[in-house]
């Protein structure tokens, strides 16, 4: 291989470009610098926004960039969709599966996907006071107090009451709530009461 150490290389008459009937290899790690319009295979020129790419037979031609659609469709069954991600002027085809899951419905409308859910929280925050307390949640303990009683089968908690029944005794009459004796007394009497004989 010969070398020629040149700063610029013409045509033998001066008058135009330089051509390599048997190709230009640029060593490794060496830069081809171009600084015109460049005219690739069959002379034809690129337009704004073309880049250089590869021919059929690997020759430098002229080329739009590269485009990426992204479409949608239905997946092998009901529960599938797929999005489909393609670029232009390529068989190279990327696809992404939706699969739904538990309580999830995926609908499909041309290349709009839709996921609804039926689950319903059930889970929820309920905070109870008492008069002169403060709110709380979590575990609550009902307790009884007095005559009150307290009993829970599965879900249900029911509050109830023991009521004492009063009667009046020998010589006390009780009428409604009010207990009375056969005789006046004053209220700031003190009476006392002794043991009757039958005469």
């Given at each position: 291989m010969s070398i020629a150490r040149v700063d610029q290389i013409v045509n033998q008459l001066g008058t135009g470009p330089v051509e390599f009937t048997e190709g230009l290899s640029v060593p490794l790690g060496?830069?081809?610098?171009?600084?015109?319009?460049?005219?690739?295979?069959?002379?034809?020129?690129?337009?704004?926004?073309?880049?250089?790419?590869?021919?059929?037979?690997?020759?430098?031609?002229?080329?739009?960039?590269?485009?990426?659609?992204?479409?949608?469709?239905?997946?092998?069954?009901?529960?599938?969709?797929?999005?489909?991600?393609?670029?232009?002027?390529?068989?190279?085809?990327?696809?992404?599966?939706?699969?739904?899951?538990?309580?999830?419905?995926?609908?499909?409308?041309?290349?709009?996907?839709?996921?609804?859910?039926?689950?319903?929280?059930?889970?929820?925050?309920?905070?109870?006071?008492?008069?002169?307390?403060t709110l709380v949640s979590g575990d609550i303990v009902f307790t009884a107090s007095g005559a009150a009683t307290v009993t829970q089968t599965g879900q249900t908690i029911q509050i109830g009451s023991t009521n004492t029944t009063y009667t009046g005794g020998t010589g006390i009459t009780l009428t409604g709530t009010e207990f009375s004796i056969p005789q006046e007394v004053a209220t700031t009497s003190s009476p006392t009461f002794g043991s009757s004989k039958t005469q």
């Open positions: 060496k830069t081809l610098s171009v600084g015109g319009p460049v005219s690739l295979y069959q002379g034809l020129s690129g337009t704004a926004g073309q880049i250089i790419k590869a021919g059929v037979n690997s020759e430098l031609v002229w080329a739009d960039g590269d485009s990426v659609s992204v479409s949608a469709t239905d997946g092998a069954s009901a529960d599938r969709k797929v999005i489909k991600i393609s670029t232009t002027g390529t068989t190279n085809t990327s696809q992404v599966v939706l699969r739904a899951g538990s309580n999830i419905t995926l609908t499909r409308a041309t290349d709009e996907i839709r996921i609804d859910s039926s689950y319903v929280n059930d889970d929820t925050i309920t905070r109870l006071q008492a008069s002169g307390g």
